[in-house]
């Protein structure tokens, strides 16, 4: 008969009860001990909510991060975290989060965070240099193994694998990760004893870089750290997921384990071959029901795929969600404002288990009468691009290409906007001030009427616009103070995408975010922002930007239908924002900034898969962007600096201007964007907004001498390097000042450099 099993269980509650706890001991409301019990006592409702399973897994919840928690596992505690405290919650937090004043002696800046494979959950990245030395810290994990059999819980133990731990790390000397293998294996050696000391049967290794296009080192490790690890006593899962496993597939079938996990949601044929394939004793562990996705699944189809595995394997058949339910929200009977249409088709994480249930009847009943789905798609099939994509087969080019090259467009547009050298201007939000975040609530509510909240905006939207004017800021935004988040906003307002109260998924650590949910054809059926920029216009002589977020970043953060391609879906958004792109232009808008902050969170695992991407990627914003007239000038907004594997990609977005994240990484920025590296306008931030702390006029007269010296000025702009909404008004206007002032300084000596030459 076969298994079923998970993968890991969401840590954040139904109602995000791990964030308040986080918060309020960070706060110094609540103490150590508190907090630590009452995490417990959500981990426990987490375990309960895994009940009807054959075996739960431990080891997956986490006060911040799993990789964090990894690194302390194995002994990788930089000393920084150690500083101050011995107490290892403390220095754990101090990992995560840095202390207060950073640059104080005694002081640790935070370790680096960034994505989890192609997954908006962000990890705390492993830092290792040539003085890392590994122990075993398995007391955590061992305590936990032992509190959920007390419940009465079967127990599988869950453990990032060594390898892909690697794979994640950083080092911060010139030796490479994979090279820290040798040291590392020993301390997983010595966890399995532990485990195997409690009597645990199986545990399971995550190593998700399998479905990474992996380079032939790093297959190698692969085949050494397993041999290495390879025992009788205690069986290991070796679980995989986000992908299949391509061109890795040969290696890891061979592994010496005790049986694999795949991800079958993008493709049944490997589990098919490696079912054929299987030693006598090897375990298949399939993962049926999409761990990425909040949509039922279609249980028929997967029954009939199963039946024979099932008939073929028996026991040794497992199966899973495909991976972590981490990824999606905890209880879809949490939403009590759903259309029930929109809520019939959901399954969040509780629901997918029970899903998992049904599936085990039905095979063990031989009973095929399980509920299917209605969409046309078929389960594990990607759904084809349907056959009129624009974005993907160049028909059409005329609605996604400006007809006027960057040069004359720039020349209209600078001579229209009479802007002086260097234009200051900013991201798009000013602060969300909690009188903002309470007169959303209650409109939302019903507490306080449409009208009122209308005015309520309007004098915000005024009060930034005399802010920027008093700055003497030269291109102007409405603040964005109608905005809870610049996905949701629009989410709420298009045809076709639906959001949820309580859909909430982690981000990071104790941040979350609600990813609407597109569920049909998307549409703009109303104006989404028009009124307020108008407003905003109607204020002060100064340009004021439109403010949009474009189609890819839209489709990056939600949870998209599963019987549409991707590419299908951002062409529709594409339409829609174009829509409004082109109201906003016939308004009088002179500039429009379309924000594309996740494009390259969609970047494909696999090398073979980016190029694509960026193609549909790059033409459904070129589609909003290339139907306006030539001296209307087109921003865009991208929050990090990465920017090495998609600046071919950047520059055929042919916006007019790009602000980018630039701050923390001038040197790369300038590496690959300065001179002929791009053609069109830019504008790399001059401070890191993130931080509280103003930036000096020093720092910023240096840093502005520092990009005239490097860019074209005449195509170079002068902005923060992302938008102002977490920060207090007088962080925002103190920073701004010595930023324009700065600016101003630049231009002084500029054209005291011209007289000079004259
Ligand atoms: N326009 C948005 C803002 O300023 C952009 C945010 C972002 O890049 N994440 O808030
Ligand atoms: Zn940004």
Redesign the pocket.
């Known amino acids: 008969m076969a298994k079923i099993h998970n993968l890991g269980f969401p840590r954040i509650g139904k109602k995000r009860e791990l964030k308040y706890l986080l918060e309020d001991f960070w706060n110094d409301q609540i103490s150590q001990s508190a907090l630590t019990e009452k995490t417990s006592a959500l981990w426990h409702e987490n375990l309960a909510a895994q009940a009807n399973l054959d075996c739960v897994p431990v080891g997956d919840f986490s006060l911040y991060d799993h990789v964090l928690d990894t690194s302390f596992m194995v002994g990788n505690v930089p000393s920084r975290f150690k500083r101050n405290t011995n107490d290892s919650l403390l220095q754990y937090f101090t990992a995560a989060r840095g202390t207060a004043q950073q640059g104080d002696c005694g002081c640790a800046h935070a370790a680096e965070m960034t994505k989890w494979f192609d997954t908006n959950y962000h990890y705390i990245v492993p830092e290792i240099d040539a003085s890392t030395s590994f122990s075993l810290n398995a007391a955590p994990l061992l305590k936990a193994v032992k509190a959920a059999r007390c419940q009465g819980h079967d127990v599988k133990p869950v453990i990032l694998g060594p390898v892909t731990y690697l794979w994640l790390s950083r080092t911060v000397d010139n030796t490479e990760p994979l090279d820290y293998l040798r040291d590392l294996l020993p301390v997983y050696k010595a966890l399995l004893d532990a485990l195997s000391g409690l009597g645990v049967e199986w545990v399971q290794i995550d190593e998700p870089a399998l479905t990474n296009t992996l380079p032939v080192a790093w297959q190698l490790g692969y085949q050494f750290a397993y041999e290495y690890l390879k025992r009788e006593d205690i069986n290991t899962l070796l679980t995989t997921y986000f992908g299949s496993l391509k061109d890795n597939f040969d290696m890891v079938a061979g592994l010496p384990v005790a049986g694999f996990h795949l991800d079958v949601t993008r493709g049944t044929d490997e589990a098919d071959q490696l079912a054929n394939q299987l030693r006598a004793s090897q375990v298949l562990s399939v993962g049926v029901i999409d761990g990425r996705n909040v949509w039922k699944a279609p249980l028929d189809q997967i029954f009939q795929w199963l039946s024979p595995l099932n008939e073929k394997l028996g026991n040794r058949l497992w199966l899973a969600p495909s991976c972590s339910l981490l990824h999606v929200p905890v209880d879809v009977q949490s939403e009590t404002r759903l259309p029930a249409v929109i809520k019939d088709k959901l399954a969040f994480a509780t629901q997918k288990l029970d899903e998992l249930v049904l599936l085990k009847k039905a095979l063990t009943n031989q009973d095929a009468s399980l509920p299917g789905n209605d969409r046309a798609v078929r389960f594990a099939r990607q759904p084809a691009v349907s056959a009129n994509n624009i974005l993907l087969n160049g028909q059409d080019a005329t609605l996604l290409t400006r007809a006027t090259s960057f040069t004359r467009r720039y020349e209209l547009q600078q001579a229209a906007l009479n802007l002086p050298v260097l234009p200051t201007t ?4 000013f602060p969300q001030t909690a009188e903002i975040r309470q007169a959303r609530l209650r409109y939302k509510r019903g507490q306080l009427p449409a009208p009122d909240y209308e005015a309520f905006i309007k004098k915000q939207i005024a009060h930034c616009i005399k802010t920027q004017e008093a700055l003497g800021l030269d291109v102007l935004v409405h603040g ?1 103070a109608e905005r809870n988040d ?1 996905v949701e906003y629009f989410g709420e307002k298009l045809t076709g995408v639906a959001v949820t109260s309580f859909g909430w998924v982690q981000s990071y650590g104790s941040r979350c975010v609600k990813p609407p949910l597109i569920h049909d054809d998307v549409k703009r059926h109303a104006p989404l922002t028009t009124s307020w920029i108008a407003h905003a216009q109607s204020l002060t002589d100064k340009p004021v930007k439109g ?1 949009l ?1 474009g189609p890819v970043t839209i489709l990056n953060w939600s949870f998209v239908r599963d019987d549409l391609a991707r590419a299908d879906v951002a062409q529709q958004i594409g339409f829609a924002i174009r829509e409004e792109v082109q109201e906003l232009e016939a308004q009088g808008t002179k500039i429009i ?1 379309v ?1 594309e ?1 996740a494009l390259r969170e969609g970047l494909p695992l696999r090398q073979e898969e980016t190029e694509t991407y960026l193609t549909w990627a790059v033409n459904a914003f070129k589609l909003c962007t290339s139907g306006v007239k030539p001296a209307t000038q087109i921003h865009t ?3 990090y600096s990465e920017f090495s594997d998609i600046r071919d990609a950047i520059i055929n977005m042919d916006a007019d201007v790009i602000t980018i994240e630039a701050a923390r990484s001038q040197h790369t920025i300038l590496a690959l964007f300065s001179g002929q590296g791009y053609p069109n306008a830019i504008g790399p931030g001059v401070y890191d907004i993130h931080s509280p702390v103003c930036p000096t006029q020093q720092a910023l007269r240096e840093l502005t001498e520092y990009l005239t010296d490097n860019f074209d000025i005449s195509r170079l702009w002068i902005n923060p390097d ?4 977490t920060r207090t008004w007088p962080q925002v206007t103190a920073a701004l000042q010595a930023m324009v002032d700065a600016t101003k300084h630049a231009r002084e000596r500029l054209s005291g450099r011209q007289k000079n030459s004259a």
């Open positions: 900013t991201i798009g939000s964005e610049m403010m977020t900034q924000d902050a907004h991208m929050c992302c938008g102002l909404k």
